[in-house]
């Protein structure tokens, strides 16, 4: 049986923008769930484990920075966090980072970074691989 492609949870409060992840994601082949709200996105979770989040950092009710603090402490074993912000401060990526994200990307940004994001996580890469998309990333 084949194993199914990667899941990628995406979540952003701007839907213009989260279609258009979830359009190039899907057509790499990857399988995706788009929320558009922190609270969703904790929602589908338990329905369907990701493989890889990309998170939005600010968005109403629940930031992207809370929403990553639990998905990197998730019962079910840390979730790898990518966040997007179109405000890259010091103290953004300090947090990020502090609340366990994996990546910072700035938005808006090449579909080919969050594609190697992604890739990075979630591919099966041999180590030769793995160290050509981090050196890219």
Not at 50 to 73: C, F, N, R, S, Y
Not at 102 to 111: A, D, G, Q, S
Request: aromatic share 8%; hydrophobic share 35%.
């Amino acid at each position: 049986m084949k194993k199914p492609e990667p899941l990628v949870l995406c979540v952003d409060d701007d839907v213009r923008y989260l279609r258009s992840l979830f359009r190039n994601l899907t057509q790499h082949g990857y399988r995706v769930r788009a929320c558009d709200s922190a609270r969703r996105a904790l929602e589908v979770i338990g329905e369907d484990r990701p493989d890889v989040a990309i998170v939005d950092v600010v968005m109403p009710e629940m930031d992207g920075l809370e929403l990553t603090q639990k998905l990197t402490h998730h019962e079910g074993g840390p979730i790898p966090v990518v966040l997007l912000t179109g405000w890259p401060s010091e103290e953004t990526v300090y947090r990020g980072f502090f609340e366990g994200a994996r990546y910072l990307l700035e938005k808006p940004c090449e579909p080919s970074r969050i594609l190697d994001a992604v890739n990075y996580f979630t591919g099966d890469l041999t180590e030769e691989e793995r160290q050509a998309l981090k050196e890219r990333l």
